[in-house]
T-cell receptor, first 111, second 114 residues
Framework: GESVGLHLPTLSVQEGDNSIINCAYS??????FIWYKQESGKGPQFIID?????DKRQGQRVTVLLNKTVKHLSLQIAATQPGDSAVYFC??????????FGTGTSLTVIP | DAGVIQSPRHEVTEMGQEVTLRCKPI?????LFWYRQTMMRGLELLIY????????DSGMPEDRFSAKMPNASFSTLKIQPSEPRDSAVYFC????????????FGPGTRLLVL
């Protein structure tokens, strides 16, 4: 299901540190998950995805972990840079049509 | 590829006026989605099309909202009459064939209804 965006979690990290952004999804049957990055004034941008038959997937500086037992998704960003400052959304879907987005987490990188 | 194109990027209008938002999906993508984003409710799916056919419009707030996709390269979202509570950023996204192909978002239209 959907989350109502009343409160946006925030995360502040020092430049160069690793960041971990967490997301709890709602539908245990969801079979595909995506992380998006949204910079101010722009649309969400695809970062990385993972299918439900996997528990880990790595990209360039980013890793997504999926724990289906507790319906938890995380995004790890290695060596966080100022350009990583943005709002990060997780999205879940079953069948690929209805995508449900989390409330988002605001990441601020401190130089 | 130019990505998903939306116009206008910004729209300011008065309550009661008609507003038309436009979207050009990525060439070759066969699914198109309209979303609305507000601080209070986050990102909400309004309607989506597969092969130009509306599949699910349950997210459309009320009859004042309508969407069309006359061909594979163009879609409109219309609000008539507009109200101040419609103020939001409206995103269009498109997706290629396959249920697990990701959606690619346009830059959005920032709508302000006075």
């Amino acid at each position: 299901g959907e989350s109502v965006g009343l409160h946006l979690p925030t995360l502040s990290v020092q430049e160069g540190d690793n960041s971990i952004i967490n997301c709890a999804y709602s539908n245990s049957a969801s079979d595909y998950f995506i992380w998006y990055k949204q910079e101010s004034g722009k649309g969400p941008q695809f970062i990385i995805d993972i299918r439900s038959n996997m528990d880990k997937r790595q990209g360039q500086r980013v890793t997504v972990l999926l724990n289906k037992t507790v319906k938890h998704l995380s995004l790890q960003i290695a060596a966080t840079q100022p350009g990583d400052s943005a709002v990060y959304f997780c999205a879940e879907t079953l069948g690929g049509n209805q995508f449900y987005f989390g409330t988002g987490t605001s990441l601020t990188v401190i130089p | 590829d130019a990505g998903v194109i939306q116009s206008p990027r910004h729209e300011v209008t008065e309550m009661g006026q008609e507003v038309t938002l436009r979207c050009k999906p990525i060439s070759g993508h066969n699914s198109l989605f309209w979303y609305r984003q507000t601080m209070m409710r986050g990102l909400e799916l309004l309607i989506y099309f597969n092969n130009n056919v509306p599949i699910d419009d349950s997210g459309m707030p009320e009859d004042r909202f309508s969407a069309k996709m006359p061909n594979a390269s163009f879609s409109t979202l219309k609000i008539q009459p507009s109200e101040p509570r419609d103020s939001a950023v409206y995103f269009c996204a498109s997706r290629a064939t396959g249920p697990q192909e990701t959606q690619y978002f346009g830059p959005g239209t920032r709508l302000l209804v006075l």
